[in-house]
């Protein structure tokens, strides 16, 4: 049975830091795409970053480049995402999906799989 178990999220004050981790199990984790999303009282579910099966690639959003790092471990079956500087505008819930396509140029924000897990809430205030 395929699953994705975020976690990791919690209150952060604005400046602060937070890892996100994605425990993966019931497929080829070293096979797969990796993409963090996240989704704000009110609004779509964005893409955040993703990351290739090999770890050697990654991708970010505007909002979070040079804030956000994501790595995997592929021993463990997990794709972690450091979140440094965070402000409030990073308040979400953050899910992982498999995504098909995660290049340096290239992102396909579509979660493969079309379930989504439980997600980890992140909330930046003061």
């Known amino acids: 049975q395929l699953q994705l178990v975020e976690s990791g999220g919690g209150l952060v004050q604005p400046g602060g830091s937070l890892r996100l981790s994605c425990a993966a199990s019931?497929?080829?984790?070293?096979?797969?795409?990796i993409g963090w999303f996240r989704q704000a009282p009110g609004k779509e579910r964005e893409g955040v970053s993703c990351?290739?099966?090999?770890?050697?690639?990654?991708n970010y959003a505007d909002s979070v480049k040079g804030r956000f790092t994501i790595s995997r471990d592929n021993a463990k079956n997990t794709v972690y995402l450091q979140m440094n500087s965070l402000k409030p505008e990073d308040t979400a819930a953050y899910y992982c999906?498999?995504?098909?396509?995660?290049?340096?140029?290239?992102?396909?924000?579509?979660?493969?799989?079309?379930?989504w897990g439980q997600g980890t809430q992140v909330t930046v205030s003061s």
């Open positions: 999906a498999v995504v098909p396509v995660c290049t340096a140029t290239r992102v396909v924000w579509t979660n493969i799989f079309a379930s």
């Open positions: 990351i290739s099966s090999s770890g050697s690639t990654t």
């Open positions: 019931g497929f080829t984790f070293d096979d797969r795409v």
